[in-house]
T-cell receptor, first 115, second 108 residues
Framework: ETGVTQTPRHLVMGMTNKKSLKCEQH?????MYWYKQSAKKPLELMFV???????ENNSVPSRFSPECPNSSHLFLHLHTLQPEDSALYLC??????????????FGPGTRLTVT | RKEVEQDPGPFNVPEGATVAFNCTYS??????FFWYRQDCRKEPKLLMS???SGNEDGRFTAQLNRASQYISLLIRDSKLSDSATYLC?????????FGAGTTVTVRA
């Protein structure tokens, strides 16, 4: 399935590095999301974009910086991360419907390890 | 209290058995409900939406109990391929809240 793609799939970075995660959706959706999934924990919503506008920043540290140049692309810029930031980072997209029922479709994720 | 709570399991069942588990949610104004499936080291995938009247999709049946604020998932005639973590997802006013998941292992 190629509805939502993410690159890279795996990333190892040092605490002083700067890297970016990329997400692209081919579903014609209007909303895109970044989630963090740590072991044995629920998905944590990080950022929400609706029609390219950020509508939610869920108290995420400034070392994570999102960018949404258009409704199909979403980036997560990373800098000076900490080892506890190691996790699976998932991108998702969803349609916006008048019914309010908006299921989300996830990309395969980027497994990030901070050393 | 967590927004969405699930029994983490694991539920270990033999092939062909029926397994059922619940998920409770705290926000009585929640509007939409979903079950997602997540395989090991993979992304969550939508299994089914949960409708007020309950709904069925093949061997999977979902129920919603608004009075007691829980949803349930029942899997009949379990297959080995049903082994996964099942995530309960609840939509409030503006966002989805995820449970930590219930792990199901189907053994031959």
């Amino acid at each position: 399935e190629t509805g939502v793609t993410q690159t890279p799939r795996h990333l190892v970075m040092g605490m002083t590095n700067k890297k970016s995660l990329k997400c692209e959706q081919h579903l014609g959706h209007n909303a895109m999301y970044w989630y963090k999934q740590s072991a044995k924990k629920p998905l944590e919503l990080m950022f929400v974009y609706n029609f390219k506008e950020q509508t939610e920043n869920n108290s995420v540290p400034s070392r994570f910086s999102p960018e949404c140049p258009n409704s199909s692309h979403l980036f997560l810029h990373l800098h000076t991360l900490q080892p506890e930031d190691s996790a699976l980072y998932l991108c998702a997209s969803s349609p916006r419907r008048a019914s309010g029922i908006e299921e989300q479709y996830f990309g395969p994720g980027t497994r990030l390890t901070v050393t | 209290r967590k927004e969405v709570e699930q029994d983490p399991g694991p539920f270990n069942v033999p092939e062909g058995a029926t397994v059922a588990f619940n998920c409770t949610y705290s926000n009585s104004a929640s509007q939409s409900f979903f079950w997602y499936r997540q395989d090991c080291r993979k992304e969550p995938k939508l299994l089914m939406s949960v409708y007020s009247s309950g709904n069925e999709d093949g061997r999977f049946t979902a129920q919603l109990n608004r009075a007691s604020q829980y949803i349930s998932l029942l899997i009949r005639d379990s297959k080995l391929s049903d082994s996964a973590t099942y995530l309960c997802v609840v939509k409030g006013d503006y966002k989805l809240s995820f449970g930590a998941g219930t792990t199901v292992t189907v053994r031959a």
